[in-house]
Structures are given as C-alpha cells and as structure tokens.
C-alpha cells in the first residue's frame, strides 16, 4: 500500500506486507529530515534521518528515500508488525541562520491489520 | 532519568486560569524546544531555546503564551488566562543541536495533555 501525506492520512496493510509511507516537504533549502513513530499517548519517537547529500539510508526494516527534485520522502517499512501501527510524521529542518526547529508534516495513521 | 520527562502528565483546568507545565531535558542537552499537538494533528513549534541565547518565540500563538529555561536545563512553559482552544497535547523536546555538524535529532517527552473546561 501507499500513502501520500496530506491527501490519504490512512493506511492499512496485511501483517508482514511492506509499507510505504510517502510525505512531501515544504522547504527546498532543507537540508536534513527525520521520521518519527507516535505511538497513541506518546512523544514521537525516532525512527530514522537522513542528510540532504544522501537519496537513501536504511535502518533496521526501515529506509528513507529522499528525492531532492520533487521535494519528496519516503519511509519504507519491510515486513510490517502489528507493532508498528502508529502515526508516522515526517519533519524537515535548515541549517542555516538561526532556525533550529523541524518542521512537521501532519503524519499518517498506519494500521497493521492481522 | 535518561529521557526527557514533562509533568503533569494530564492536566485539566477551568477557563481563565493560569497553568505551567514542566520539562525536563536530557541531560547535556543543550537545545530545548516545546510544540504543540491538537488531537489528530501535526506538532505546531512553539518555543525553541538554545544555550544561552535569545530563545525563538516566533511559534508562541499569543502573549498569553510564555517560556522559561532556567539554568540551561529545566523549562516551564506558562498559560495565562488559558482558553478552550489551548486544550492540546504540548511536547517538549530536546537535542543536542550542533547544527550542521549533526545531532539536531530531537528527542520527545510524552507530553503534557491540557484540557480547558
């Protein structure tokens, strides 16, 4: 399955099925990007980052693809977990002048369906 | 403790009243940021300070919204005369921010939930 930011906030996929969550960024001078798991109740977690020299990394079943061009990003979950059901955000950032905050997209409900 | 913890971990309150809500940063961490998270939302900045310069309130929604960093590590946020809109989820987070040398991973708290009769 797959999910595009803003416009599909939802998605649901068979356990052990892969996962992609798609999120378009904002700012085409940001230079670094994180993904983050919410659980319900919880603080965002960290999942995983990548720089702006980069178009892929990749974590333990998970990867992020970045293409510069389009200003879009994606997290790839491999063999989807019934723990993995959350809100996925993903959050861009600049390192020039004095801004340190990320900014966040809205995120996506992913469900692990049985 | 080696996360960042916020407290009350709920708080209601009456409308017009005044709330503060704690955080307490990982230590060593010099960056400290609060957002805010409406039910179903996105993490809205807020506030984000940094060692020992001026913090960046350019998030803070009103002046009935303050933020205090004491000592580099404990922050309070404040609500004055709070209303039902600021019923939210608010978030501290912290990180060690070396900018582009790395590190500007932040790490979340589990939040405070204000609710505002």
């Known amino acids: 399955g797959e999910s595009v930011g803003l416009h599909l906030p939802t998605l649901s996929v068979q356990e052990g099925d892969n996962s992609i969550i798609n999120c378009a960024y904002s700012n085409s001078a940001s230079d670094y990007f994180i993904w983050y798991k919410q659980e319900s109740g919880k603080g965002p977690q960290f999942i995983i980052d990548i720089r702006s020299n980069m178009d892929k990394r990749q974590g333990q079943r998970v990867t992020v693809l970045l293409n510069k061009t389009v200003k879009h990003l994606s997290l790839q979950i491999a063999a989807t977990q019934p723990g993995d059901s959350a809100v996925y955000f993903c959050a861009e950032n600049f390192s020039s002048g004095s801004a340190r905050q990320l900014t966040f997209g809205s995120g996506t409900q992913l469900t692990v369906l049985p | 403790g080696a996360g960042v913890s916020q407290s009350p971990s709920n708080k209601v309150t009456e409308k017009g009243k005044d709330v503060e809500l704690r955080c307490d940063p990982i230590s060593g961490h010099t960056a400290l940021y609060w957002y805010r998270q409406s039910l179903g939302q996105g993490l809205e900045f807020l506030i984000y300070?940094?060692?020992?310069?001026?913090?960046?309130k350019s998030g803070l929604p009103s002046d009935r919204f303050s933020a205090e960093r004491t000592g580099g590590s404990v922050s309070t946020l404040t609500i004055q005369r709070t209303q039902q809109e600021d019923s939210a989820v608010y978030l501290c987070?912290?990180?060690?921010?070396?900018?582009?040398?790395?590190?500007?991973?932040?790490?979340f708290g589990p939040g405070t939930r204000l609710t505002v009769l």
């Open positions: 300070f940094q060692g020992n310069s001026a913090p960046d």
């Open positions: 987070a912290s990180s060690l921010d070396r900018g582009v040398a790395g590190g500007r991973e932040q790490f």
